[in-house]
């Protein structure tokens, strides 16, 4: 998202994600690693994005946010509109899980 300046009167919406998994283990990426662990990993958010496929190296930059630290949620402030967010689940080297990964579309309104 591009900075504000002082005369865009735009709002900003909150808007808070937690994420979650059944049956896979949630954890930060050890600072020791030398391969993935199997059945671990963590949540990657794709901002207007789309799922990546399968043993592909999710990119450290934007537009997915990375959660290394094994945590499950953030908040952000988007402008109204519409949205495309895609949650990954990518293993300790940052490599997509097979069928680990959906996509939800939004629309943020300012007022409701």
Request: hydrophobic share 35%; charged share 20%; with cysteine.
């Amino acid at each position: 998202m591009a900075p504000r300046n002082e005369t865009d009167h735009a709002t900003e919406i909150p808007l808070g994600f937690t994420f979650g998994i059944e049956n896979f283990e949630i954890g930060a990426v050890p600072a020791t690693a030398t391969t993935p662990r199997g059945g671990t990993g963590h949540f990657h958010l794709g901002v207007n994005a789309e799922c990546l496929p399968a043993g592909e190296v999710i990119p450290a930059a934007d537009p997915w946010v990375h959660f290394g630290d094994g945590s499950d949620g953030m908040e952000m402030q988007l402008e109204a509109g519409e949205y495309k967010f895609s949650v990954q689940i990518g293993d300790d080297e940052h490599r997509t899980i097979e069928g680990l990964c959906e996509t939800i579309t939004i629309r943020m309104e300012d007022g409701i």
